[in-house]
Antibody
Framework: EVKLVESGGGLVQPGRSLRLSCAAA????????MHWVRQVPGKGLEWVSG????????AYADSVKGRFVISRDNGKNSLYLQMNSLRVEDTALYYC??????????????WGQGTMVTVSS | QSALTQPPSASGSPGQSVTISCSGT?????????VSWYQQHPGKVPKVIIY???KRPSGVPDRFSGSKSGNTASLTVSGLQAEDEAEYYC??????????FGGGTKLTVL
């Protein structure tokens, strides 16, 4: 079964850090670009970050640039998002999503169920 | 990096057609043929229904079609059915490995 399972979310104070993980199964993880997309409950989708198959291409939304770091371990079929200097406005459900190509495109064909991050004092 | 512009809502009666627009710039929507559309039902994960402007993934009904003119892309849903009621998001590749989404359009089937 093709699936993505996120973990690592939770309640964190502003200014602190959190690391999200995404475990992939059922497909050749090392052959595809991967992304993090977030959604405030009841609101729209926001692309957060993407990484190419070999980590050679990485990009971030302006809203998280300089604070978040995306990475992947193809040997462990895993994607990560290190979130530093968290802000209240980072509160959202964070989805891991698989690209349809080895590079970064805007087509995500597999999504995880998401992990909730709540930033609050 | 600015979000693409979508109307907040759209509606139509069963059997009718409805078109949702997605406006961007020459750096994203107008830049190449990377425009996708996602359908999200309440409490569910987004599902891609159109990619590369007008292509449909396997299993997506041909009632869903996409097009683009200049910096504006469009999603048309023909023969509306009750199960089409959902939130629809457009997305586009914006260059330099950046992706942008639209704000979403809530489609109501009257």
């Amino acid at each position: 079964e093709v699936k993505l399972v996120e973990s690592g979310g939770g309640l964190v104070q502003p200014g602190r850090s959190l690391r999200l993980s995404c475990a992939a199964a059922g497909f050749s993880f090392e052959d595809f670009g991967m992304h993090w997309v977030r959604q405030v409950p009841g609101k729209g989708l926001e692309w957060v970050s993407g990484i190419t198959w070999n980590s050679g291409g990485i990009a971030y939304a302006d809203s998280v640039k300089g604070r978040f770091v995306i990475s992947r371990d193809n040997g462990k079929n895993s994607l990560y998002l290190q979130m530093n200097s968290l802000r209240v406005e980072d509160t959202a459900l964070y989805y891991c999503a698989k690209d349809t190509a080895y590079v970064i495109t805007d087509t995500f064909d597999i999504w995880g169920q998401g992990t909730m991050v709540t930033v609050s004092s | 990096q600015s979000a693409l512009t979508q109307p907040p809502s759209a509606s139509g009666s069963p059997g009718q057609s409805v078109t949702i627009s997605c406006s961007g710039t020459s750096s994203d929507v107008g830049g190449d043929n990377y425009v996708s559309w996602y359908q999200q039902h309440p409490g569910k994960v987004p599902k891609v229904i159109i990619y590369e402007v007008s292509k449909r993934p396997s299993g997506v009904p041909d009632r869903f079609s996409g097009s683009k003119s200049g910096n504006t892309a469009s999603l048309t849903v023909s023969g509306l059915q009750a199960e089409d009621e959902a939130e629809y998001y457009c997305s586009s590749y914006a260059g330099s490995n950046v992706v942008v989404f639209g704000g979403g359009t809530k489609l109501t089937v009257l």
